[in-house]
């Protein structure tokens, strides 16, 4: 090997996303099991100061990486004032070696920003914009217990356009108490309309501890106005997003992601395709080296401990061969491109037929998987019940 190849390998940098959590809201949505919650303005200034500290004591590990993407979620990260936004990325831009095109992505609530945020976002790098709205309808808005309007949304949506981002994802419910096909179709046309780069569309998951699953308890969401849809109902819904997204021209690239061509979040495929990660705040996880960690859940204890130099790890597991095999299958196998079987054998020294091939012939038999050459992926019919064929790659 020659002495500038040697350099060349010894200088090369991992490849790093960056996930930073912010566990503040303005009050908690009806549906919502995310670690956040409101907070006093107090609070979160203690929680970023608690955040930049914990960023800053990266400086070690971050010589061997460069940070590809960040992601700011929460919670609600728009809540963060501009000048709490300007110290979270110096402390990232001091710490670590960030890749020029990086993906910076927000994510952000109606409602909770000006345009003097939106150009701070900007002078900061955030290049990709998170909007939750979730549906068009008022009524639906206020029982999810959403802090905005659909007129608010689209009075934010306009402030972030003048400000100048052109990657925007808007976030998406179907499955909804009282929701209808008709009122469901009504929501995709609206925000189809807005031409959005991204759309992730999510199924209403009934979450234990939340007020929904209360709710649902009781019976509230079997009748009346919030009758939950029928499975029939929420198989069309789910159609019907496949449908007028392509139509439109975004593709499906993940059970519940869709895209213009170019615009799929970079953040989240790192993610499924196992990049190594770094979260950083509390509630956050990561994925380095083989090893994954997990912080605390609890905002106080999280800024009290980063305070006195103590260890905020709550979990810590140096993953077997057998759970990185197992992530491979479920995380790869969730975009629609599937996995490919020479990176299974790159990853893993084994041939992945070897591994899974009696589950390969039971979910091909059942049409749930299908394989093109060197991939391995879902069907349509496959997506429809991920939760279930992807459980079947765990050992
Ligand atoms: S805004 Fe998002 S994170 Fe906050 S409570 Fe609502 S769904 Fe949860």
């Given amino acids: 090997m020659s002495d500038s190849i040697f350099l060349y390998l010894k200088m090369k940098k991992r490849n790093l996303e960056l996930y930073l959590h912010i566990p503040f809201c303005v009050r908690k949505c009806n549906y919502c099991d995310f670690f956040s919650a409101s907070g006093t303005e107090e609070e979160q200034a203690a929680y970023v100061s608690a955040l930049i500290q914990e960023i800053q004591s990266y400086q070690e590990l971050s010589g061997e990486y460069e940070v590809q993407t960040i992601f700011l979620g929460g919670g609600t990260p728009s809540l963060l004032t501009p000048e709490q936004i300007e110290q979270i990325f110096d402390a990232i831009y001091h710490t670590f070696s960030v890749n020029e095109n990086a993906e910076i992505t927000m994510e952000m609530n109606p409602g909770t920003v000006d345009i003097e945020k939106l150009h701070a976002m900007k002078a900061a790098g955030v290049n990709r914009l998170s909007v939750g709205l979730q549906s068009a309808q008022n009524e639906e808005l206020k029982m999810l217990g959403r802090i905005h309007t659909y007129e608010e949304f ?18 998406l419910m179907s499955a909804l108490p009282g929701q209808t096909i008709e009122s469901y179709e009504d929501t995709l046309s609206k925000v189809l309309a807005l031409e959005p780069e991204h759309i992730s569309a999510y ?8 007020v929904f699953y209360d ?3 009781k019976g509230k969401l079997d ?18 997003t496949i449908q007028r997204l392509a ?23 790192g993610y499924w395709d196992r990049t190594e990660y770094l979260g950083i705040g509390a509630g956050s996880s990561s994925l380095i080296k083989g090893e994954r960690f997990d912080h ?18 709550i979990d810590r597991e140096i993953l077997s061969v057998e759970s990185q095999m197992e992530e491979f299958m479920y ?11 020479t990176d299974f054998q790159n990853c893993f020294g084994k041939n992945v037929d070897d591994v899974y091939g009696k589950i390969f012939d039971k979910l091909e038999e059942e049409q749930l998987l299908e394989f093109s050459g060197d991939r391995i992926r879902l069907t349509h ?11 079947e790659f765990l050992f």
Wanted: glycine share 10%; net charge neutral; charged share 35%.
């Fill in 296 to 313: 605390i859940r609890d905002r106080k204890a999280y800024i009290e401990k980063i305070r006195n130099g103590e260890s905020i790890l």
């Fill in 381 to 391: 019919r496959g997506m429809d019940v991920s939760n279930c064929v992807l459980a």
């Fill in 247 to 269: 139509e439109a021209g975004m593709h499906r690239y993940e059970i519940s992601n869709y895209a213009k061509p170019g615009k799929e979040c970079r953040h989240n495929l």
């Fill in 215 to 217: 709710w649902y308890e």
């Fill in 154 to 171: 689209l009075e934010t949506w306009k402030l972030t356009e003048q400000a100048g981002f052109k990657n925007r994802n808007i976030d």
């Fill in 223 to 240: 009748r009346g106005a919030w009758k939950l849809p029928s499975e029939e109902e929420e198989y069309a819904m789910g159609e019907l």
């Fill in 331 to 341: 995380l790869g196998l969730r975009k629609v491109e599937g996995v490919s079987r």
């Fill in 203 to 210: 199924s209403l998951i009934l979450e234990e501890g939340t």
